[in-house]
């Protein structure tokens, strides 16, 4: 796990016209307003679009399955802003429904504006993150905190006061059979009926 910490700054609300690209015109107001980091909100409706709903198959790097979807569309969703090679990087999630059926994933390439869509951006500061490119998954991945933070991390793991300390107090003495602490295996023992060792 990765973490970093900041502070919210400036605030947005965005709407996005019938006919206009919402991921194009977010994009470019993002770039206009100079937002280096963030997090977006959005709805209302999408006339097309296409997205990606999952792999063709679990494995690792994903070859993503994209689905288009055409004809007026609900949709909401979210997305993180992160600085990236070229500037801002924009990963948007939605989920779109239309006659009872139902689309979630990740919007690419093109989402054309049915009626309106409404979103508000919020803006980041202070935060080490960016976005770089894996080359195991070969995706895109946020990269949270700086080799500062992490050190601060690994030196409260280590002195037992992390969430993921290894060696049990003494309340957390284990069970040499079962390897549960002991409170726990005397439970287990009762709801099963299994005899202590």
């Known amino acids: ?96 429904g239309r006659c009872g059926h139902a689309l979630t994933g990740c919007l690419r390439e093109k989402a054309t504006t049915y009626l309106i869509v409404e979103a508000v951006i919020y803006e980041f500061t202070g935060l080490s993150a960016r976005r770089e490119f894996d080359k195991k998954t070969q995706l895109h991945l946020p990269v949270l905190g700086s080799g500062e933070d992490e050190a601060d991390n690994s030196e409260t793991e280590r002195s037992g006061a992390g969430l993921n300390a290894e060696e049990p107090g003494p309340e957390e003495e284990k069970d040499q059979a079962s390897g549960f602490p002991v409170g726990l295996a005397e439970i287990i023992r009762d709801l099963t009926g299994r005899p202590s060792s």
């Open 1 to 96: 796990m990765q973490y970093t910490e900041g502070q919210l700054g400036r605030v947005f609300v965005v709407r996005i016209d019938d006919g206009e690209d919402m991921l194009l015109s977010l994009r470019q107001f993002i770039n206009d307003k100079d937002i280096q980091a963030g997090a977006l909100i959005f709805l209302g409706a999408l006339m097309n679009g296409r997205m990606v709903t999952g792999p063709e198959e679990p494995v690792i790097p994903p070859v993503p399955h994209f689905v288009m979807f055409e004809g007026g569309w609900e949709v909401f969703g979210v997305g993180t802003i992160y600085p990236g090679d070229d500037g801002p990087h924009i990963h948007f999630h939605a989920s779109v």
